[in-house]
């Protein structure tokens, strides 16, 4: 089962457990189910967020981006940040939502970077919305549960931004490369 079938069955699942557990709390209004309730909330909160926000920025890019954009340059701290993640002994580690969209097979290299742009937003879009869920605290309470597991979640998804902006820059300067050897092959 791929990635991406898993994440809309757990959204699905998520959902109906949200609504099992609403009727329980409903019928037997007791603390345990107030917990069953809102923790099936917040998954299915975090699990149908993360497919509409993926769906809703892949309706405006549609896999475009302008690749010199300063929102996608490099900044001077990420080289030295990446070195401390260790990120090449973990890049490859990381499930692929949409592996067909880096393919090479399939995408030229400029559309693959293209992706990789469109990837760096959705994460960094989730990232932000992960804590949504903080506004339910003033009727909830749980601060630090909810703040907790919106951390987690943000951080999940900035191993993806950062995964997105640790590799593009290596396949950006592979493209500059093929273009100066086809430029040069011209020429000869």
Not at 93 to 117: D, G
Request: aromatic residues 12%; glycine residues 4%.
């Amino acid at each position: 089962m791929t990635l991406a079938r898993k994440m809309k069955l757990a959204a699905v699942l998520s959902v109906a457990l949200t609504v099992v557990s609403a009727i329980c709390l409903r019928i037997w209004n007791s603390g345990l189910w107030i917990s069953v309730t809102v923790t099936c909330a917040t998954f299915a909160y975090h699990f149908c967020m993360r497919l509409a926000v993926g769906y809703a920025v892949q309706g405006v890019m549609r896999n475009q981006a302008e690749l010199s954009s300063p929102w996608y340059r490099p900044r001077a701290f990420e080289k030295r940040l990446y070195a401390f993640l260790r990120v090449r002994k973990w890049r490859d580690r990381l499930p692929t939502y949409a592996p067909e969209q880096f393919s090479r097979e399939r995408h030229t290299l400029e559309e693959i970077a293209m992706a990789m742009c469109q990837a760096e937003i959705v994460h960094e879009v989730i990232a932000l919305l992960s804590f949504l869920p903080l506004i339910v605290v003033p009727w909830l309470g749980s601060f630090w549960v909810f703040f907790g597991t919106s951390l987690l979640a943000a951080g999940y998804d900035l191993l993806f931004v950062i995964l997105q902006r640790y590799n593009r820059p290596i396949l950006l300067r592979v493209i500059e490369k093929q273009q100066k050897r086809n430029h040069n092959t011209k020429w000869n």
